[in-house]
């Protein structure tokens, strides 16, 4: 058995930076949550609807561990990253850095997790383990699925080795800083052009502004796309809002990452930059609720708004990217 002390689980949203929370700060880096999604350039957006999926996905950040692989890059942090396809390995893999005295994050499929509220499938979860004895795991998750939780080893197991979308191989990582850590004030403005750059430059119509486009467009349309409306449109409108997002489809974390910003950088584009996304985040939160309420009240009404709003903060998120990446 093995339990590291002066781990602590903050109240935090998002599953990423919850670990990377818990790992940064046992290596004596301490930086708010909004922080460390804003510098590993968390923010995206995606709008899918694959053959076979039973309702279209919005997703709001860049794909699962692309924000850990960007902050580590950023601040020159070195990253050791393992996967196996090997069960006695995975733990090896583990149990080795924790007997060591370092945490461990872990992405995983959190449908296997004992604590976790809501059982779907999800394999890009992420959570930061920092203690085990012979029959549960210690983890530190979000602050809405219970902050510091503990889980049987038998479902950890399956769910690091849980295969289908965005699953990993038993990934498992850890963090360590440079001799000379990087000043992480000088890499916020590099954070912020890189993400506003991919923003405008999505490759395909599904994401990016152009994504929100698209959304705007299909969305009225959702109460004859969903095989049970009332069940499908809440659920997609919780999770946007709360579904480990931070609300608002992350975009108030990213508008508190900014704003953090301009305490740093006296620029106006950044404030023009942080209003922006302080409207979007409002319009956001207006949108899942018109969701919500269009799949309670069977009213396409509330959808039509919708898609109204999200044009909008097509040409607002646009606006807004744009005067991020000249800065």
Known sequence: MTIL???EARGTHHCETTALGVLLRHEGLDLSEPMLF???SG????YWDGKGMAFPFLGGRVRPFELTRNLAARLGLTLTVKETTSARRAWENVAAPIDAGRP????LDCYHLDYFRS????????VAMYGYDEHE????DTDQQGGAVRTGRAGLALARAERGPMTARNRSFTIALPARPLPWQDQVIPAIRDCADAFLSAPIANLGHRGIEKAGAKVPGWLSRAAEPRRD??????????????GALFRALYRDFLD?????VDDQTLRTGHRLYAEAAVLWTDVSALIAKAGESGDAAHLERAGAILHDLSRVERAAMRALRRL
């Open 233 to 246: 449109l809440p659920q997609a409108a919780l999770l946007m809002e709360s579904g480990g997002t931070g």
């Open 38 to 40: 804003g510098l590993g």
């Open 43 to 46: 923010l995206s957006f995606v």
């Open 260 to 264: 953090e910003c301009t305490r740093l």
């Open 137 to 140: 795991a210690h983890l530190v």
């Open 104 to 107: 461990v994050g872990l992405q």
């Open 5 to 7: 002390k002066d781990v």
């Open 119 to 126: 059982k779907v499938h999800f394999g890009g979860h992420v």
